[in-house]
């Protein structure tokens, strides 16, 4: 479909024949609806909310025989306009595929539907015994079939990896319509090419994740939490060997803060600050385990040997739920960050723990040198290589100068620009960045066998160019 | 190529030419190489071993152009046939890519060539305090780019996933020379599709690979070991789960042996049984920690309370290191059941943990019913739902018939007819058991797209039609 064709290929009435009455949302009701974060606005020309696998195919089949593009919402709850819709385009909702399909306790997996929201899932397996262990800040909205579509990360990938390592099996339905059922429920399965791997983290272009079957954990008994001061990065790689070999498996978070970000939360009548004096650098260490006497006394005893060696200066342990939630508070509140930076950048990349003292560096001064009153802080995955980076500076246009700062140094060094948040259309222009030449010609052929018409989420990921 | 055409379209000396002196081997040289376990010997023409990812390139790139079949060769280690070869064939062996080129301590990632040894590999990383946590029976010979072309497993996969999840990035030659380098050092990196994921598991179908970045772990301190007696296939399951949530992230290893297979390597001149009486079945249990006294005081306790409510009837905790040799030597001793059980066939299958206790019972009735006089025992990676299977029945021409008893019912309950050892040759007309039409026309389509000449491995996981 040419840019200048705007208006859907297919009509409400066809739709509707298909999905069952009140399944459409088109018009006003449409423009109404939430549009995710940093959207502009939601453009296409009609929404679908199959309720079945088989609708999800008689629409695509539809759409591929029309050259009709699909854009798959989830909870668009992401942040690099992955679901972002063009006028012409129709958006096909997941929301009325919400059911959790069966839990099974024996096996510790569960099967569910596209649709179904994270926290009620993870509820929903709490009240099991069990656990799902991706947790991120959308979880009220954001949807499992989005979570293996972006390859959502978040707080626990240190202890249990990505979504993708949650992910047993799945059903996926391709651009033409065929549905391609691989519904594993067990931790092995070689037989023939792992076809699953495809869908996950290629954030909606190669076909429509339909159900899913999950992995679950074991429900983590005690929860131990501190926030430690510390003077160097290179102490803050070594303090993450060192939990992690002294916890010997129970290291499920480890958070990096820095003096910036610290200090633009706990300033005068914001929240307050548990150290009498500032340091360069904070850490959140958490672990869980399955005692909660013996796993608190091995939580402190790693920790009075890390200030033992010096690693660490200064250590708070929560005492209580309320000390746990007034230091997560410290890494999690971003209003304060929002309002004092402006315009407020947010980025997310990822590099290993040995190149991330001298990145801070760099990025602090190349932003220093093309934006003298430039704001800047650090968060981050420390156990994962990944950052968070919080940037105020410039004015509206230009955003392109404070990515310069950020990725550009990335190259060297085989940086990513995008540890967990994915492409979409925001990171697009720097993809190149951390894929080379010949990464990209092989995710075009997959693009052109999956999706030979372009229907599905065009424009995102990565640029077609036109036959 | 034609099956009548039986003569190597590539000559010694071109070969020679790109890989230098002393890298090819011909005639009887190459018939007396070690062919791999169940092979009908090495009938490929030659075998060249290339000393760089280029020399691989330049490889590929003449045999894509001539249409000259290639079979990879790692450390012919496999189960399957996967590295079978025929007359006109043209072995391509990584045995000289053998660098370990760089451990980072820092990022506990290490970077290798392809045709690095596992063992030497695990050694040197543990003289940095470090491991590399997969391990299995051919770890003295199996090579870690064929660790990854089979996905392996193994004993640790409980607690640190296949060889998929130990995989941060690689580096693959395609069919035609194109050098596709994603060597991501990163836990996290979602920008764009995930390519390695593709030659993962794959078998040698889809691409050479010629380097990697291997994830490391903080070598575990402490190790507790047990063999216990359990007298139902319900039991087990709650044991599993019982002592995953009580070692609260130490759990390494679940390994099921069944009263046939205890039988077989306890009976009398033999191993010495732990225990005064039999049971149906036994479980060796072992978790890895931080702190010697500390897990092995966690360990007693946990199994303690698996006694008091009954799951375990009865216990023997190893208090030596001769005694956990003694403890796995009854799992993995296999000499006796390969001599008692004639003839001998061994699989490797998937299902899960609810349905293992039906399925051995079907299996057992099934194997009656064709060969009474046959034998049959179990044994597992329950905590993976991954069942070994010992079989000794009928003659040298009931292979398939043994096979039906197996796989067969597998079809019914989502099961897997391979677990961790692949497809290659051997399980190739079972595949359909497991993978459905839509999967393996998507297979298909694959093949298609990374090897159009069908050079790699032909024959091998898929059947491919002819042109």
Request: proline share 4%.
């Given at each position: 479909?040419?840019?200048?064709?705007?208006?859907?290929?297919?009509?409400?009435?066809?739709?509707?024949?298909?999905?069952?009455?009140?399944s459409?949302?088109?018009?006003?009701?449409?423009?109404?609806?939430?549009?995710?974060?940093?959207?502009?606005?939601?453009?296409?020309?009609?929404?679908?909310?199959?309720?079945?696998?088989?609708q999800?195919?008689?629409?695509?089949s539809?759409?591929?025989?029309?050259?009709?593009?699909?854009?798959?919402?989830?909870?668009?709850?992401?942040?690099?306009?992955?679901?972002?819709?063009?006028?012409?385009?129709?958006?096909?909702?997941?929301?009325?595929?919400?059911?959790?399909?069966?839990?099974d306790?024996e096996?510790?997996?569960?099967?569910v539907?596209?649709?179904?929201?994270?926290?009620?899932?993870?509820?929903?397996?709490?009240?099991?015994?069990?656990?799902?262990?991706?947790?991120?800040?959308?979880?009220g909205?954001?949807q499992?079939?989005?979570?293996?579509?972006?390859?959502?990360?978040?707080?626990?990938?240190?202890?249990?990896?990505?979504?993708?390592?949650?992910?047993?099996?799945?059903?996926?339905v391709l651009?033409?319509?065929?549905?391609?059922?691989?519904?594993?429920s067990?931790?092995?399965?070689?037989?023939?090419?792992?076809?699953?791997?495809l869908?996950?983290?290629?954030?909606?272009?190669?076909?429509?994740?339909?159900?899913?079957?999950?992995?679950?954990?074991?429900m983590p008994?005690?929860?131990?939490?501190?926030?430690?001061?510390?003077?160097?990065?290179?102490?803050?790689?070594?303090?993450?060997?060192?939990?992690?070999?002294?916890l010997?498996?129970?290291?499920?978070?480890f958070?990096?803060?820095?003096?910036?970000?610290?200090g633009?939360n706990?300033?005068e009548?914001?929240?307050?600050?548990?150290?009498?004096?500032?340091?360069?650098?904070?850490?959140?260490?958490?672990?869980?385990?399955?005692?909660?006497?013996r796993?608190?006394?091995?939580?402190?005893?790693?920790?009075?040997?890390?200030?033992?060696?010096?690693?660490?200066?200064?250590?708070?342990?929560?005492?209580?739920?309320?000390?746990?939630?007034?230091?997560?508070?410290?890494?999690?509140?971003?209003?304060?960050?929002?309002?004092?930076?402006?315009?407020?950048?947010?980025?997310?990349?990822?590099?290993?723990?040995?190149?991330?003292?001298a990145y801070?560096?760099?990025?602090?001064?190349?932003?220093?040198?093309?934006?003298?009153?430039?704001?800047?802080?650090?968060?981050?995955?420390?156990?994962?290589?990944?950052?968070?980076?919080?940037?105020?500076?410039?004015?509206?246009?230009?955003?392109?100068a404070?990515?310069?700062?950020?990725?550009?140094?990335?190259?060297?060094?085989?940086?990513?620009?995008s540890?967990?948040?994915?492409?979409?259309?925001?990171?697009k222009?720097?993809?190149p960045?951390?894929?080379?030449?010949?990464?990209l010609?092989?995710?075009?052929q997959?693009?052109?066998?999956?999706?030979?018409?372009?229907?599905?989420?065009?424009?995102?990921?990565?640029?077609?160019?036109?036959?």
């Amino acid at each position: 479909m040419g840019m200048t064709d705007t208006r859907a290929r297919i009509g409400e009435a066809e739709l509707l024949d298909i999905a069952g009455p009140g399944s459409v949302i088109s018009g006003a009701d449409l423009r109404e609806r939430e549009p995710g974060y940093f959207m502009d606005g939601i453009r296409a020309d009609l929404l679908v909310r199959p309720s079945t696998t088989e609708q999800v195919a008689a629409i695509l089949s539809l759409c591929n025989a029309r050259q009709q593009p699909v854009v798959v919402h989830g909870g668009v709850s992401g942040w690099v306009r992955a679901t972002q819709t063009r006028p012409g385009e129709i958006i096909l909702s997941m929301e009325r595929m919400n059911a959790i399909e069966r839990i099974d306790g024996e096996n510790r997996s569960a099967i569910v539907q596209a649709g179904v929201i994270l926290q009620n899932f993870q509820e929903t397996v709490e009240k099991q015994g069990l656990c799902f262990p991706l947790d991120l800040g959308g979880r009220g909205s954001c949807q499992l079939g989005g979570n293996a579509s972006t390859n959502a990360g978040g707080m626990r990938v240190l202890r249990y990896g990505m979504m993708r390592e949650q992910v047993l099996g799945l059903e996926v339905v391709l651009a033409d319509g065929r549905i391609v059922s691989s519904m594993n429920s067990m931790l092995k399965n070689n037989t023939g090419y792992d076809l699953k791997q495809l869908f996950i983290g290629s954030e909606g272009t190669l076909g429509v994740i339909t159900r899913l079957v999950l992995r679950l954990r074991e429900m983590p008994v005690s929860c131990n939490t501190a926030i430690v001061a510390v003077q160097t990065m290179s102490a803050v790689a070594s303090l993450l060997r060192k939990v992690d070999a002294g916890l010997g498996g129970q290291l499920s978070a480890f958070e990096l803060i820095d003096s910036d970000f610290f200090g633009v939360n706990t300033s005068e009548g914001r929240l307050r600050s548990p150290f009498a004096k500032r340091s360069p650098y904070y850490v959140i260490i958490e672990s869980q385990g399955a005692d909660s006497t013996r796993d608190a006394n091995i939580f402190e005893s790693v920790l009075a040997e890390a200030m033992e060696t010096g690693l660490v200066s200064d250590a708070i342990i929560a005492a209580s739920e309320q000390q746990r939630a007034d230091i997560w508070a410290i890494r999690e509140t971003l209003e304060h960050v929002v309002s004092d930076f402006t315009p407020f950048y947010a980025f997310d990349v990822s590099l290993t723990v040995g190149e991330m003292e001298a990145y801070m560096k760099r990025v602090r001064a190349d932003l220093a040198q093309t934006f003298p009153d430039g704001k800047i802080a650090f968060l981050g995955h420390v156990g994962d290589g990944n950052l968070h980076i919080a940037i105020g500076a410039g004015g509206p246009d230009d955003r392109h100068a404070v990515e310069e700062c950020v990725y550009r140094p990335l190259g060297a060094i085989g940086g990513s620009v995008s540890a967990e948040h994915g492409i979409g259309l925001e990171k697009k222009p720097w993809l190149p960045i951390s894929r080379n030449a010949e990464e990209l010609a092989v995710m075009r052929q997959l693009k052109d066998l999956f999706d030979p018409q372009r229907i599905l989420n065009p424009g995102k990921v990565l640029t077609i160019n036109a036959r």
